[in-house]
């Protein structure tokens, strides 16, 4: 098999950037290891920023997501019980986000790829990049039982954090910057109303909770817990029990009902630095991992590779390799943005394990400065709402 960009993970970067190639005429293929069933059922983020909404919308692959997804104006901060709203219509200049779940998002990619004759190759195991610092690299893999080989002239590395690109980069040539939250996020989809038109963000001594919402009829609620914490733990009582606290305020009722799904995620801060090398070009969590506080995974994925697409359209179509150079370079000034804020956002509103009474006082100056202060409210909306591009 032969193609211009050969592109491992089928997630939300490796599916923007296909659907992105192909509007501008680059042939690329798609490998990917899970099914395409699991690959559309796997709940994660569901936050669109407006430049990422906007992108969707304009390239043609929005139309599901105006129907069913939901525009939010604001958002609310909780602490100890009061709740205050981020104003985006008066504090981001009207920038707005859309409440749309990152399944639903691979769904439409999917769908509008397959129309449009594009190749995805679910279920291709052991894939490996080879040669990417020269001009031919080639991606090995095991698709139906045939041993197979995709000759490429750029590798798009799109596959997550445990995915096998990153590694394709010599430890010489990249450096790895990390830190581990000594918490982590119990995540349920319940089948029950959202008690809320927008999302809560509620700081409270027992802890983080967050009450997100998918659709009229589903709901998404999270609780900070120790990452070591098994669901087991937690049955659905003690959830509602403890989303019921946390989430407390004067004149206001969470709406219980079935969970659907629950799932314990720890959470991290990673970036891989460069993330290029030769012929071979990271995005999205394979190159970076923000703590999920700042609803910011996937607009990240998505901003990589937009920026990548177009580097990808100037090198193919006007032999132009200058915006390639500048990949990474470009990408990086964005993550670590992001990195600052959804830190911020994670320290803001997490009771941080440990006692360290100076860290605490410190904690509630900032939400005291939240409350107070409209310069720190806009710097979170415009933040949250999503920086653009350029
Ligand atoms: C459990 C979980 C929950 C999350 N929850 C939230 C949330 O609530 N809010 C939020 O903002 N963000 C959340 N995130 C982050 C957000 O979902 C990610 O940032 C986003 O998925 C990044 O997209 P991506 O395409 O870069 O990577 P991914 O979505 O991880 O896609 C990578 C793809 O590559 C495939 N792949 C991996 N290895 C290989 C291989 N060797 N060969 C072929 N294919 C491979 C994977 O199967 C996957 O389909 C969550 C992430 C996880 C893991």
Known sequence: METQVGIVGAGPAGLVLSHLLALQGIDNVVLEQKTRDRVESRVRAGVLEQGSADLLIDTGVGGRMVAEGAVHEGVNLQFDGERHRIDFTAL????????????????????????????????????APHDVIGPAPSLTFRHCGSERELACSVVAGCDGFHGVCRDAIPRRARREFGREYPFGWLGILAAVAPSTDELIYAFSERGFALHSLRSPEISRLYLQVDPADHVSNWPDERIWDELRLRLASPGWTLHEGPVLEKAITGMRSFVCEPMQYGNLFLAGD?????????????????????????????????????????????????????????NTMTELLHVLPGDDPFSSRVQRAKQRYVESSVAMRRTIAENYVGLPLD
Not at 109 to 125: K, P, V
Not at 314 to 341: K, M, P, T
Request: with cysteine; net charge negative.
């Open 286 to 342: 394979a190159a970076h991992i923000v703590p999920p506080t700042g609803a910011k995974g996937m607009n990240l994925a998505i901003a990589d590779v937009t920026v990548l697409a177009r580097a990808l359209a100037a090198h193919f179509n006007d032999g132009d390799r200058a915006g390639l150079e500048r990949y990474s370079e470009r990408c990086l000034g964005r993550v670590w943005r992001v990195q600052d804020f959804s």
């Open 92 to 127: 981001a200049d009207g920038r707005t986000i859309t409440v749309y779940g990152q399944q639903e998002v691979v769904k439409d990619l999917i769908a509008a790829r397959l129309a449009a004759g594009g190749t995805i190759l679910f279920e291709a195991e052991d894939v």
